[in-house]
T-cell receptor, first 114, second 109 residues
Framework: EAGVTQSPTHLIKTRGQQVTLRCSPI?????VYWYQQALGLGLQFLLW???????NRGNFPPRFSGRQFPNYSSELNVNALELEDSALYLC?????????????FGEGSRLTVL | TQLLEQSPQFLSIQEGENLTVYCNSS?????LQWYRQEPGEGPVLLVT?????EVKKLKRLTFQFGDARKDSSLHITAAQPGDTGLYLC?????????FGTGTSLTVIP
């Protein structure tokens, strides 16, 4: 069974540009979560999608947005990139609500903003 | 402010030593999970604790959930280089999800 897959694995952008990151959850998982991990430490919650709907978002500006498609894959879009957006962006999926289930993570997309 | 505070933030020890990592909060949780993230990979679930006072063992790792369900600890006995990684506690409440601040462990051979 394939795990959570993310693309691209690495990318370099310049300030002001826009980026789209993609995530395919484990087959059968309906919930997708996006996290930002800067400096190799704690994960900051960005977005939660379930059944195509945005269920919650973290404390990030509106230039961070996303969507979930009917096949449950998801995109994270970041507009007007800033230097501090440089980070590892992790996607996770789960079978049920996270309170009862395990989060399965992809290997992440490492974004560098110059 | 972080909902889940972990300590220490960084830990570097020799192979064979014991260590304890803490995850603390002022809030009560219905459950708490511990994840380990190795370099270049996403976090992987180690354990879920749900009952106050619960102790779970996973080989050399012992996890404890505080009696009041506000804190948890992870104890590693005789650490191995393979234990190196970032240890993260995590909880979800309703539609809110929080990872701890993380503990970066390095075990030196």
């Amino acid at each position: 069974e394939a795990g959570v897959t993310q693309s691209p694995t690495h990318l370099i952008k310049t300030r002001g540009q826009q980026v789209t990151l993609r995530c395919s959850p484990i087959s059968g998982h309906t919930s997708v979560y996006w996290y930002q991990q800067a400096l190799g430490l704690g994960l900051q919650f960005l977005l939660w999608y379930d059944e195509g709907e945005e269920r919650n978002r973290g404390n990030f500006p509106p230039r961070f947005s996303g969507r979930q498609f009917p096949n449950y894959s998801s995109e994270l879009n970041v507009n007007a990139l800033e230097l501090e957006d440089s980070a590892l962006y992790l996607c996770a999926s789960s079978l049920w609500g996270v309170n009862t289930g395990e989060l399965f993570f992809g290997e992440g997309s490492r974004l560098t903003v110059l | 402010t972080q909902l889940l505070e972990q300590s220490p933030q960084f830990l570097s020890i020799q192979e064979g030593e014991n260590l304890t990592v803490y995850c603390n909060s002022s809030s009560v949780f219905s459950s708490l999970q511990w994840y380990r993230q190795e370099p270049g990979e996403g976090p992987v679930l180690l354990v879920t604790v749900v009952t106050g006072g619960e102790v779970k063992k996973l080989k050399r790792l012992t996890f404890q959930f505080g009696d009041a369900r506000k804190d948890s600890s992870l104890h590693i006995t005789a650490a191995q280089p393979g234990d190196t990684g970032l240890y993260l506690c995590f909880t979800g409440t309703g539609n809110q999800f929080y990872f701890g601040t993380g503990t970066s462990l390095t075990v030196i051979p």
